[in-house]
Structure formats: C-alpha cells, structure tokens
C-alpha cells in the first residue's frame, strides 16, 4: 500500500525569502510562513502561531523571489522532510521543512498602517468555530506550479 505525504499551509510570510544557488546551479530558496490557531484555556480562547519553514526550488524560487514578500499571505502544497543529524559535540538535532510542490499569493502584504483598534483581529465563539471574514476585492493570483 502506498503512503501519503502531504501538506497544505495558507499563512503569512515572516521575512522576505532568502535564494541561493546549488552547486549543480539550480535556485532554491528558504522562508518562514505563520500560521494561527486558538486552543481554549479555561473561559477564554488563546490564539497561538506557528512558524513553517518552506523550502522552494527552481521555478517556484525564481516565482517566490520576484514576488513574495515579508506579510504576503500565501498557499504552500507540498512534503514535510524531517533532519537528523549528530553535532561534532555529540547532540542530537532534528529540523522539520516544508518542501514545496506548489507555491501562490493570495493577498499581498498591506503597505500602509494598520489602525488596530478600528480592525481587532476576530476571536472564537462559544462553539470554537471563527466568524465569517469580510471577502477582499484582492485578486488572487494564479498559483505557480514546479516542473
């Protein structure tokens, strides 16, 4: 029986991506996308992030390089790898990444300042479930897919 290993993360971007070049010359590049969830703790609903590193290669490298910036909100499919290695001092490591299939914008970053108070961030009601947001007139952008 064939196993399954996939992920689908909708987040916003931490940092703007970071390339480089292999050594055999194909670009790839890292970034971190946050996601949120609320776990309830007591009579109140705490709302915590998550940190995604996402690695991208070649077409999705040069999409993500042109395009994505720090704040974008953005759709990432694709694999999770995990690290294990062993330092020179003997400690065990481990890294967890995204590799990414497929990479797209879905809204870009606000460019200008955010009235926090006009605009507070919705919280869970009583059943956990979030209230519906307002739909944005953003477009949506085609999402890049690698070859």
Known sequence: ???LNKVVVVGRVGRDPE???SAGGVKWGVLSVATNRARKDGDSWIEETDWHNVKVFSKDAEYAEKNIKRGALVYVDGSVQ??????KEG????S???LA??????QMPVTKPVDVDAQPMPTAMEDGEFPASESSNEPVE??????
């Not at 995990?82 to 330092?87: E, K, N, V």
């Open 19 to 21: 390339m480089r070049i």
């Open 1 to 3: 029986m064939r196993t």
């Open 91 to 94: 400690e065990k490591r481990t």
């Open 96 to 98: 967890t990444r995204i």
């Open 101 to 106: 299939d497929r990479i797209g914008i879905l």
């Open 82 to 87: 995990y690290d294990r290695w062993t330092t």
């Open 142 to 147: 085609a999402v890049a897919e690698a070859k």
